[in-house]
């Protein structure tokens, strides 16, 4: 056997001549690294790195559930396929995030492992993004918040010393960027609107924009890593000001929701939103451990 | 040093995209790189977008087509450092998707360094692949999969897909 690898081995599997065995097109679940050099670069603390990962990692698979959640109920079509475009992207960096994960902290675990078989507090992920969709408002504005905010991350660590952390959010933020224009331009359009659009774009940012701060608070992790997410405040503001005041709306003065005893969703400390999804999420790979199709 | 035998080269760059079955790997940019090294072929694949689900599927073409064309040992490995970019699509490729309908991207159009700046969408110009006239409008930036966003031509009234910039 030359191949080591899971879809090549499945590749070779099957009864046909060609190896055809996968049942169905996009079955063929390959390593997102395959064959990416994984070695640490020199400097930098792997575990730190892995507990780096896995926090944007979460962040991504998170959201990207909650988006999904949104199919079948989007106002539009156009948008049902956005938003489905939109998770896409999120899970597909989610899938290469917490693979570099389980590569840097020694433990062996792949991206199914790390998404199906850990408990809401092992989860890393800011509380932004696990909490209940609301309404189509408040879908519009979380992912201004987000995307705003990560694309500004991501275009920072495309210098990243980690060559894998680095080419991960090389390709995100180009694609954070799409995600940002979408938010936006619905921010505007709802935000300057009807005065019903109006008033529930008031309410989702209400709602929302106290979990912003936690974007940019950083935890030790991110300190030892020198990518402290306290310098994205001042330009993520800046652009999220800019759009808000297209869009007719007031930039809230609500402070940012308190910690738990100083601990949020980088420590594992949730909202009570966060079980529920992934139970969602986890159910089938639970209730048939190891199952191959 | 490796060699880069063109017989593995050629076949590998061949292999038809699975979605866009008009174009090649080659063609779309997929394909980096094929080295040889002691009777030993290794391709390399740069993903377009983080999430396309179609990397499996074209590992495993690319893998089938070199084992077919008799290179028995044969490695698949992902490179995703540049990333994908709308511009490795050549100009051959380019041409094949307007000839099937699609409106290609423009080369070097993507976003510039200071788009946070920017608040509405990006006008642009895109002729219908259809019928060539410019007068057409954005339906939707997201399309059918992740590349694609849906356009229409006011002019011959047909909807059409077009490959983003990215």
Redesign the interface.
Known sequence: M??EHV??S??EAGPEP???A?WA??T???D?????DAAPPAGIDPADLAAYCLMLGDDALVLSQRLIQWITRAPEL?EE??L???G??????A??LLTRAGQLDGSGRDEDRLAYWREDFDYRNVRLVELENGDFAQCVVRLLLFATAR??LYRRLAHHAD??L???A???A??L??HR??A??WT?RLGDGTEQSHRRMLAALEVLWPWLEELFTPHEVELRLGVDPSELRA?VLA?LE??LA?ATLPVPETAGRAYVDGRAGRHGVHTEALGPLLAELQVVARAHPGATW | MSTVPERAREVAAAVPD?ELPMLTLADLGVLADVEEADG?VTA?LTPT?????????M??DV??RLR?AGF??????????????SDRISAEGRRKLAAAGIAPPVPGG??QPD???Q???TRRVVACPQCGSEDTEE??????T?CKS?WRCRSCREPFDRI?E?
């Open positions: 030359t191949d879809y090549l499945l590749a060609d190896g055809e996968r097109y996009g063929g679940f390959a997102p690294l395959l064959g990416v156009e396929v956005a489905a475009n939109l896409l992207d999120l899970l597909g960096q899938r290469r694309e500004e060559p894998v680095a080419a991960v090389a390709l995100g180009k694609e960027a799409y224009e979408y936006s331009s505007v330009p652009a800019r759009v297209e | 699975p030993a390399w977008y983080s999430g396309c689900p179609a990397i499996a599927e590992a495993a893998s089938r077919a028995d040992r044969v490695e698949v490995r992902l490179r995703i450092d540049p990333p994908w970019s993507m976003r788009r946070m700046l608040l509405g969408p339906l939707s930036r997201f399309g059918s992740a849906l983003k990215i």
